[in-house]
């Protein structure tokens, strides 16, 4: 049998990974919510379970897996397909809550992805973060900030499942369904966040504005109106009828360039400056109209989804 | 030099070491054709492991430890576990370090070690990505074929605990070992499910093998 043969960098480091996955395994639940095998959710409080929206299949009769290998029923407590994120909640308090990491994830950190997508214990992988990337369109009609990629292997199942650092603090919500089936990880400030907003309203609440729009060059000429450098801004193509947009005065032909001050050249950043906090306030969009810089007050409507 | 510097320096002193001690005890089994298949010196006398489907379909004349090659012969072999167990011609060949794998835990660090795409001795290193059991049908004595396979041939389906891995495996790892941190054989690497995804037979299992097949020493009695 082998002894020990006393401490090596490589022995902590294995006893450090253990317990990375002890202590976080214990908040990874197995989420069994689709007619495919079941995927993987992260403790977010004592009866709410973080995980994947694309997961969620279906509203009703949903079980969640404890460690334990106990199940409990659970019900949709919300949902925000645009950041593939979904809020469960417990029919009782059962669940240890898991612990963000707080500060932000780096490039070449060691990173443990954890799923639990059966009742036959925790399972893991290691790696680092390979990349840290955004703002993207995930293709489900949503904008993320950012995201984290890494190198652990991502196993069927770990979909809703955390990625953690060294300590066992969540760093991430791993999914495959945001990007066309590759693999990605939800910063887990951004997942805490929405997790938060789905706790208290049930959905995520966006800006909405009611226009179609396509990104333009900026001439020379139009600069100097501006009175700033800016390459580009958004050609209004339409503009929905009773739309906050028609409301506010804006017409087809103008050029967006900046909402409330902020320089506006491409749609994702139209999208994504038109956050839950704007709703019902009047926002002052610069448009280019006519050879004129013009604002218009706009008050920003709620998206339906 | 940094904190940092000395400690991956150190890391990689450590890992050095572990991975010298492995390859001690690392044998090739040629197959005559694609260069074959691991093996791990499990026992005194020259007794080697690897698994029975690298040898199923020849019957390995010699194994290759350092720059030795050395005639071999075959003692026995488990389908269903997919073991055999060969004695070298050499009864002094390095014994590996066998780990105790009764309280392997899920995020160990692990190494697998062996000849993926026929490089010698190469290493891979990862963790237990998690630890479960394995159906396997015990075949009747005579059956030809990988014991892992389902058929509707006879045979008694049986559990058999299994260690998982994210460390890339290969053809050629096969019968190699799976070590912990300190280079404890913790199992035989045996087989890659769904292209990422490693599987090894745990060293208990092959110890009860090998302790089953080996000739016992013979006991005097008194009457």
Redesign the interface.
């Known amino acids: ?2 002894k ?2 006393g401490e ?4 902590a ?2 006893e450090a ?6 202590s976080a ?1 214990a908040a990874t639940l197995t989420v069994d919510a689709r007619r495919r095998f079941p995927a993987s959710g992260i403790a977010f409080a004592a009866d709410l379970v973080l995980t994947a929206d694309h997961v969620v299949e279906r509203e009703e009769d949903i079980a969640v897996g404890l460690p334990s290998g106990d199940q409990v029923a659970a019900s949709l407590a919300g949902r925000d397909p645009g950041s593939d994120l979904a809020l469960l909640r417990l029919e009782k308090t059962v669940a240890a809550p898991a612990k963000p990491a707080t500060g932000e994830a780096r490039v070449g950190q060691l990173v ?1 992805a954890l799923g639990r997508p059966t009742s ?7 790696g680092v973060v390979s990349a840290i990337g955004g703002p993207i369109r995930t293709g489900r009609g949503g904008l993320l900030e950012r995201y984290l990629r890494t190198d ?2 991502l ?2 199942g770990f979909s809703g499942g955390p990625l953690v650092d060294t300590s066992g603090l969540v760093v991430g919500l791993n999914t495959s369904g945001l990007a066309r089936g590759t693999a990605l990880s939800i910063p887990a400030s951004l997942a805490w966040q929405v997790a938060q907003a789905l706790a208290e309203h049930g959905h995520i609440k966006r800006g909405y504005l009611g226009v179609r729009s396509q990104p333009v060059e900026l001439s020379a000429a139009q600069q100097r109106t501006l009175g700033r450098e800016q390459a580009g801004g958004l050609l209004l193509v339409g503009v929905e009828e009773g739309s906050p947009a028609e409301g506010g005065g804006l017409l087809v032909g103008d050029i967006i360039v900046a909402i409330d001050g902020q320089p506006v050249s491409d749609p994702d950043e139209l999208v994504a400056s038109l956050t839950g906090e704007r709703i019902g306030q009047p926002t002052p969009i610069q448009v280019i109209r006519a050879g004129q810089v013009v604002t218009q007050p706009v008050r920003i409507g709620e998206r339906r989804s | 030099m940094t904190a940092s510097m000395i400690l991956s320096a150190w890391f990689t002193d450590s890992l050095d070491e572990v991975v010298r001690r492995v390859q001690r005890s690392l044998a090739v089994v040629q197959d005559g054709r694609r260069g074959g298949g691991a093996g791990v010196v499990w026992r005194p006398g020259g007794y080697i492991v690897t698994n029975y489907h690298v040898v199923a379909h020849i019957r390995p004349q010699r194994v290759v430890l350092g720059e030795r090659s050395l005639p071999v012969r075959l003692v026995a072999q488990e389908p269903a576990f997919d073991l055999a167990l060969l004695q070298a011609d050499d009864p002094n060949l390095p014994v590996a370090l066998v780990a105790d794998t009764h309280d392997l835990r899920v995020g160990q660090i692990v190494l697998a070690v062996g000849h993926p795409w026929g490089q010698r001795g190469a290493v891979s290193m990862g963790i237990i990505s998690s630890l479960g059991e394995a159906v396997t049908i015990r075949r009747p004595p005579g059956w030809r074929g990988n014991g892992w396979r389902r058929s509707l041939s006879a045979g008694q389906t049986e559990s058999v605990p299994i260690i998982r891995t994210d460390a890339a495996l290969a053809p050629g790892n096969s019968g190699g070992p799976l070590v912990n941190a300190v280079g404890g054989v913790i199992g035989i690497n045996t087989l890659i499910v769904g292209g990422d995804q490693g599987v090894a037979i745990p060293s208990q299992v092959v110890n009860a093998f090998v302790d089953q097949r080996l000739p016992r020493p013979v006991r005097e009695s008194f009457v």
């Open positions: 049998m082998a020990e043969t090596n960098p490589l022995t480091l294995s990974m253990v317990a990375a996955v002890a395994g443990l036959k214990g925790i399972q893991a992988s290691l652990a292997i196993y069927p």
